[in-house]
C-alpha cells in the first residue's frame, strides 16, 4: 500500500487548506485512514480518522470543529479539510493507513504511511 499526501503549504492563521492522500496498492475501502502530525522535537500526534466507510470519523480536542475528514472511495482519496488554522496547527501531516477494524489514535496500529506533507501557518 502506497500513500502520497499533498495540499501542504503555507498559510496566513485563519485561513484554510485541503490536504490530500492518494492510495494505491491495496483495497481503498476496507482500510481505516488517519491523518498525524508532528513538529521538530515532539511526537506525532493523532489529528483525525475515519472507517472505512466514512460511518465513523474522530478528531483530536485540538481540531475538533475546525477540521474535517473524509474520503472518497472510488477514487481512493483520503481528504483533510482545515479551516480557522492556527500557528500552532504548523506540522508535517502525515496520512496512515490500518488493515486493523476501528479507528485509532495510537499511531502503532497504522501500518501504512505517507511522506507527509508541511503545513505551515503565519501569525
Known amino acids: 500500500v502506497q500513500l502520497q499526501a499533498s495540499g501542504g503549504g503555507l498559510v496566513q492563521a485563519g485561513g484554510s487548506l485541503r490536504l490530500s492522500c492518494s492510495v494505491s496498492?491495496?483495497?481503498?475501502?476496507?482500510?481505516?485512514m488517519a491523518w498525524f502530525r508532528q513538529t521538530p522535537g515532539k511526537e506525532r500526534e493523532y489529528v483525525s480518522g475515519i472507517s472505512w466507510n466514512s460511518d465513523y470519523s474522530s478528531y483530536a480536542d485540538a481540531v475538533k470543529g475546525r477540521f474535517t475528514i473524509s474520503r472518497n472511495n472510488d477514487r481512493n482519496i483520503v481528504y483533510l479539510q482545515m479551516t480557522g488554522l492556527k500557528p500552532e496547527d504548523t506540522a508535517v501531516y502525515y496520512c496512515?493507513?490500518?488493515?486493523?477494524?476501528?479507528?485509532?489514535?495510537?499511531?502503532?496500529?497504522?501500518?501504512?504511511w505517507g511522506q507527509g506533507t508541511l503545513v505551515t501557518v503565519s501569525s
Open positions: 496512515a493507513a490500518s488493515e486493523s477494524v476501528g479507528v485509532r489514535r495510537d499511531l502503532s496500529r497504522y501500518e501504512h
Open positions: 496498492g491495496g483495497t481503498f475501502n476496507m482500510l481505516v
